[in-house]
């Protein structure tokens, strides 16, 4: 059975900093595309950052380009976010997601097969 487990969310200040993980097991993701997303109350699912398989290629949201970096390990099939100078609006659940086949990143949710269940980050101002 894959899975997707989140880990590394909580309760930080503005400005402070978070890295959040991914541990997939069940298959590997190593041939993958896989991407971090995020959800708010009341709000649609948000792109946040994604990464081909090759570790290369990276994109963002326009928010977080600067502040946040995608990386992953595919000896270990993690994924990682770095968030830096944390905003009250970066406030939401995240969510990793993974492609089943393909290798090239999406910024839209229904491309991916994959998802974990989510760890909530909390911004206080």
């Known amino acids: 059975q894959v899975q997707l487990v989140e880990s590394g969310g909580g309760l930080v200040q503005t400005g402070g900093s978070l890295r959040l993980s991914c541990a997939a097991s069940?298959?590997?993701?190593?041939?993958?595309?896989m991407a971090w997303f995020r959800q708010a109350p009341g709000k649609e699912r948000e792109f946040v950052a994604a990464i081909n398989w090759n570790v290369i290629n990276t994109a963002y949201g326009d928010s977080m380009k600067g502040r946040f970096t995608i990386s992953r390990d595919n000896a270990k099939n993690t994924l990682y976010l770095q968030m830096n100078s944390l905003k009250p609006e970066d406030t939401a659940v995240y969510y990793c997601?993974?492609?089943?086949?393909?290798?090239?990143?999406?910024?839209?949710?229904?491309?991916?097969?994959?998802w974990g269940q989510g760890t909530q980050v909390t911004v206080s101002s």
């Open positions: 069940g298959r590997t993701f190593s041939a993958s595309a």
């Open positions: 997601a993974a492609r089943r086949y393909n290798t090239v990143y999406s910024t839209t949710p229904r491309d991916y097969d994959y």
